[in-house]
Each structure stands twice: as C-alpha cells, then as structure tokens.
C-alpha cells in the first residue's frame, strides 16, 4: 500500500470518526438527569445474573457505597452458600450488609409453607434495607424466582420497589423475571443461553459457578 492511500485512509477515518462523535456529543448532551436511583433486573436463562449484579456492587464499593445483598432461596441446611464473592465481599463488612436468608431451592425444600416463610423474612430485611439512608446500592438476588413461585404478593413488592427512596439503587436478579417488574424497571437486561458447559457434563465449579 502507498503512502498516498495510506493518507487517504487516514483521513476518511479521521472525517468518519469526527461525524460518530457529532452524534455521541449530542446524545449526551440531551441527557438532562443527572442522577437517578435505579430499579434493574437481571434475568433470562443464561448465566450472569448474580454475576453482573456483584460486579456492581464492586464499582460500587471503589467509590465507597454502602452496599446491601439480600439472597433469596439460596440457603438452607444443605448448604452454607458461601460463595467466592461472598467471601471476597466480606472483607468490606464496614460497606457491605449481606443477608442469606433463604432454606434452598423449592425443589430441595419441598415444603412450599418453609419456601414461603423464608421469603417473607428475606423480603422483610429488604425492606429494611431499603430504608436505611446509608445503603446506595442494595442486591435482590434471585426475587425473581420467589416472585415466580407466588412466595410473595406480586403487586406488593413491584409497588414498594417504585416507592423506595429515590437515591437508591436496587438490582433484582433470577430468571423468569415478572412482566410487571419488567414494566416497573429502568434497567433490564436479559442474559441469553447460547452455550453451556454444564450440558457437556460439566460440574459447578468453585471460582466459576460459586
């Protein structure tokens, strides 16, 4: 390639990229709020949820949040979950409020009045969470699989997520996620099941899946 079109590239790249940022500027700048406390939702069938959820939580802690993890179904006698991030996290317990409150998965369970009781306790420290002034940024991980479970009133939780206080940001992850939750959220991101190994024979491992 010659020098000369080397230049000629060089420039329709530079006249390409100025027009791209005419129209990035503007889009932002017609972005006239600020800042906003957040409903998110996780959901979908692929793997990430909880995942995306806690890597917000670790932005959220580099600029010194309190931070607030409510777990649904996860728990029980048959497991302490005491996940990577759970362990990583607890060495900010100055900025991190983590509640395990579940008795397992309702297939473990069996005992749909345990599943409903637990998320009922579970959803009380939530909202107990909610009205700390403190805590910026709280993680409703797996509600939505109480939600699909009819473990707790539907209505009651969507309404009470609207009316949170209006600097606090809430993530909600699991799958199935409610149409109504979905209406309700500013945020939705849908995790999508392209592959997994887990279908290959492949075990939950620690570091990976825990």
């Known amino acids: 390639m010659s020098p000369e079109t080397d230049d000629a590239?060089?420039?329709r790249h530079r006249e390409k990229m100025a027009k791209r940022k005419q129209v990035q500027d503007a889009e932002v700048a017609a972005k006239t709020v600020e800042s906003k406390g957040l409903l998110m939702v996780h959901t979908g069938p692929g793997k990430g949820k909880s995942s995306a959820a806690f890597g917000l939580v670790l932005r959220a802690l580099g600029h010194d949040w309190k931070v607030g993890?409510?777990?649904?179904g996860k728990g029980g006698e048959k497991n302490s979950w005491q996940t990577g991030e759970r362990k990583a996290l607890e060495r900010f317990s100055d900025l991190v409020s983590w509640h395990t409150?579940?008795?397992?998965?309702t297939w473990e369970t069996q005992d749909r009045?345990?599943?409903?009781a637990a998320a009922a306790r579970a959803w009380d420290k939530a909202k107990e969470l909610m009205a700390d002034p403190e805590i910026k940024l709280l993680v409703l991980d797996e509600l939505n699989i109480a939600l699909r479970y009819e473990h707790l009133p539907l209505d009651e939780v969507v309404a009470t997520l609207i009316a949170r206080r209006p600097d606090l940001h809430v993530i909600v992850t699991g799958r199935n996620a409610k149409p109504e939750l979905v209406a309700?959220?500013?945020l939705v991101t849908e995790m999508q099941a392209t592959k997994h190994h887990f279908a290959a024979g492949v075990k939950a491992q620690a570091g990976i899946e825990f």
Request: charged content about 25%; overall charge negative.
């Open 9 to 11: 590239e060089a420039l």
């Open 113 to 116: 009045a345990r599943d409903i």
């Open 69 to 72: 993890v409510v777990q649904f």
């Open 101 to 105: 409150l579940g008795e397992g998965f």
């Open 184 to 186: 309700a959220a500013d």
